[in-house]
């Protein structure tokens, strides 16, 4: 299964709204995960079952999406906020794969 | 505080082997899942190897099957991973994750939480 994210760079400011998509090449029901990933750091858990948020996520972040897209929202963008974001199905547990990765950059 | 830290990285030359731990601790380890994650220079994340609770159960992707052997000891509640034949491809931060849940937890679909800082391997004569 091929996870494709979209946009692979997205440009924003601070306080705007962040909508980042992960489109499966078939369907993954709603074993889909989001991570997030800073520089020099490991990955970290945001979003599993496609909408529910991990232990310690700020309400801000939200995913919605079944099937084969996807969406995560980050509502009102933070500094640090700012970093690589993944989606990661595992719809044929154990084995998953990978999206390709979204930048969020500072505009 | 649910800690995993990984050791073992270093540089190696093309055919070569190395050992990969990952140390766990603040969770009772022989309860979960575990698994290794990969992550080449600047490029994505590449899901490598799963094991069971008990050890019982293993999977690979294909890029490493025949060459890799994941391991657990759940009295050290360490991880492990042999690498052998290494190549170039080879060359990554390799990161152990746990399961989100333990075995018994069926409430929700499986992730990775959370990931060690990661050890990385360089392959290169």
């Known amino acids: 299964i091929v996870l494709t994210q979209s946009p692979g760079t997205l440009s924003l400011s601070p306080g705007e709204r962040a909508t980042l998509s992960c489109r499966a090449s078939?369907?993954?029901?709603?074993?889909l995960a989001w991570y997030q990933q800073k520089p020099g750091q490991a990955p970290r858990l945001l979003i599993y079952d496609a909408s529910k948020r991990a232990t310690g996520i700020p309400a801000r972040f939200s995913g919605s999406g079944s099937g084969t897209d996807f969406t995560l929202t980050i509502s009102s963008l933070e500094p640090e906020d700012f970093a690589t974001y993944y989606c990661?199905?595992?719809?044929?547990?154990?084995?998953?794969?990978f999206g390709q990765g979204t930048r969020l950059e500072i505009k | 505080e649910v800690h995993l830290e990984e050791s073992g990285g270093g540089l190696v030359q093309p055919g070569g082997s190395l050992r990969l731990s990952c140390a766990a601790s603040g969770f009772s380890f022989s309860d979960y899942d575990m698994n290794w994650v990969r992550q080449a220079p600047g490029k994505g994340l590449e899901w490598i190897a799963y094991i069971s609770p008990t050890g019982n159960t293993i999977f690979y992707a294909d890029s490493v099957k025949g060459r890799f052997t994941i391991s657990r000891d759940n009295v050290k509640n360490s991880l492990y991973l042999q690498l052998q034949s290494l190549s170039d491809a080879d060359s990554a931060i390799y990161f152990c994750?746990?399961?989100?849940?333990?075995?018994?937890?069926?409430?929700?679909?499986?992730?990775?939480?959370?990931w060690g800082q990661g050890t990385l391997v360089t392959v290169s004569s």
């Open positions: 078939q369907s993954v029901d709603t074993y």
């Open positions: 994750a746990r399961e989100r849940a333990a075995y018994y937890d069926t409430n929700g679909s499986p992730a990775f939480d959370p």
């Open positions: 990661h199905q595992r719809s044929n547990w154990p084995r998953g794969t």
